[in-house]
Structure formats: C-alpha cells, structure tokens
C-alpha cells in the first residue's frame, strides 16, 4: 500500500512539474528510483500513463484519466496526513493512563494534577486495577507497574525503589505489645492484602538473610485496597506491612512506627512503561517528561535507613 501511494504521487508530480526528475526530486529520490516507481505502477494497472520521446513526456489517454481520478484523491489524502501529524503534537485529547491500584493513587495524584493544570485540554483517562492486562488492546498511552525488572516489548524507567515496611500505630503497640521477630507475628493482629486480580491473599515478603521469602500471616483483615488496610493500620486495629509510598508520611509523622527493619525489603521498584517515544503524541511524550521528573528517586516516597532507624527507636520509646 505504502508502495502504491509513492507511485501515485509521483505520477502526479510528474505530471504537475512537468518533469521525473524534477518529480523526484521533490519526493527526494534519485530519477531511477522515481523512473522504477512509475514503470511499477504502469505495470500494475496494465496501461502505459505516459508517451514517452527521448525529449519529452505527455499523458496518454489512459493516463489523463487516472490523473483525474487520482489527484483529488491524492489530496485529500495527503491533508488528513498533514491533520494527523497535528493532532500528534497537539496538547489536546484523550490521555489513557493504568496502574495498580495499590500503591499508585498516591504517587500519580500530584502529577496529574500538576499535568491537568498546564494542559487543560487534555482529558486523562485514569484506570487503576491490579491486573495486568493487554496494553496494546486497551490503547494505553503510559503505564506504571511495580516489579523486579521492566517488562518485554515496552519501554520502561525506574522511578524509586518500592519498600515494604512492617508498620503499626503507637496504639496497637501500646495495647497489643511490640513484635520483637517474625515468630512473634504469630501472636499479633496483621492484615492481609487480597489480590484484586486473582482474589488470592498476598503473602507478606520479608528479608531473611540475605534471602527474600514468603510469610504467611494470620489474617485479621483482609481488603482489597490500600486505603481500607492503611485506615485499619492507623487506627490502631493491625500490624500491616504496607509500601514506602504509603506509609512514608505517616511514619515522618509518628502517627506509624516501623517494626522488624532487618526484615524489611525494598527488591521491587516502580517502573512506568510506554510504547514508542518516537510515535508518541506530544501531550504523552509531556506527561512521560513530566512523571519521570517528578517521581525518580523522590525522597517523599523512599524512607533512609537512618530515618527508618530513629523513627523506630522513638516510636518505641513512647510506647514502654
């Protein structure tokens, strides 16, 4: 089809400059290549287009006809290309954005708040679900995803590490007593995060060693959202293990005391995936900009060691 339409336009400007090698030189092709092209379409359609003199070219019969024909066609053809080509650097449309629930509402937020100030006539499309499901059939524009590495077929940046952090209310410690190990789980309240795409019962991942392993809780609360097991952690209900982003503010705070650090893991990262940055319309490739230069390696979100260290031993401290 591509083929096609390069030996139509050029048996047009052809016939428009009066010359193939001015017509080819105004598609940018050497005279051969535009010479094959219409021999090519000639060819195709079973007519000769041109009679040909060593001096000069004139349209047959035939050739008159398909001029007529094709040229509007030709035209309109070429202005709908030159419309999508604007409307792929335009800021305005639609802006289809997925993400897992968990974790993302948090850290997307500011950013498209930020976004929707500066481009107004974008309309974001936010869907978060913890589901992977297929970005091609979705149209998705950008994407964010925690995982260990990036996916295939898709171009991913890193944006932070994702830590998981056993947490708990000065509450539930003062009432319940504070976890010294992991056996001493057992005897305490935790909640358990339910996969809202398989329905299946996440099971806390901690350090052991130098070994990242499964283990299982006893569930006191179970949800599928974020917001439901950090409101049941806050209000002094459960010991959660709850990611960086999550838990970060309030344990600046003092309103959450990490507990069990050597335990903790930060293996995961956020990543945010896109297609193609070269076919990518402008009011993507800027919320790509965007994104990435607010949320790579954000403080906000990410806790230190020290800070993890101080934060615990004051919350303990106002505990006894």
Request: proline letters at 5%; a neutral charge.
């Amino acid at each position: 089809m591509i083929s096609d339409l390069r030996s139509i336009t050029i048996f047009v400007r052809t016939v428009e400059l009066g010359s193939l090698s001015k017509a080819a030189q105004a598609q940018q092709i050497s005279p051969q290549a535009a010479s094959k092209a219409l021999k090519q379409l000639e060819e195709y359609l079973g007519v000769r287009l041109f009679h040909r003199t060593t001096r000069s070219m004139s349209l047959t019969e035939e050739g008159q006809r398909f001029l007529e024909a094709a040229q509007p066609a030709l035209l309109a053809l070429q202005q709908a290309l030159s419309a999508a080509r604007q409307t792929r650097e335009a800021f305005a449309g639609p802006l289809r954005i997925v993400g897992p629930r968990s974790v993302v509402q948090g850290v997307i937020g500011p950013v498209l708040d930020e976004y929707s100030r500066l481009y107004p006539e974008v309309q974001p499309d936010v869907q978060l679900d913890d589901r992977i499901g297929n970005w091609v059939e979705e149209r998705v524009d950008v994407g964010l995803r925690i995982g260990l590495s990036p996916q295939e077929g898709l171009i991913a940046r890193r944006l932070f590490p994702l830590q998981l952090i056993i947490c708990a209310s000065p509450s539930y410690l003062r009432k319940h007593g504070v976890p010294h190990t992991l056996h001493d789980l057992g005897l305490h309240r935790c909640s358990v995060f339910r996969h809202a795409g398989t329905g299946h019962l996440v099971p806390w991942h901690v350090n052991v060693g130098e070994n990242i392993q499964e283990h299982l809780v006893r569930p006191a609360l179970s949800t599928n959202d974020e917001m439901v097991e950090l409101g049941a952690v806050l209000a002094g209900e459960v010991i959660g293990q709850l990611a960086g982003p999550t838990a970060a503010a309030h344990i600046r705070a003092g309103r959450l005391v990490p507990l069990l650090l050597e335990h903790m893991i930060d293996v995961y990262s956020l990543f945010l995936y896109y297609g193609s940055r070269a076919a990518q319309p402008a009011r993507v490739r800027r919320f790509i900009d965007l994104a990435v230069e607010r949320l790579t390696d954000n403080p906000e979100f990410v806790l230190g060691a020290e800070e993890l260290r101080q934060a615990h031993g004051q919350g303990i401290a106002e505990v006894r």
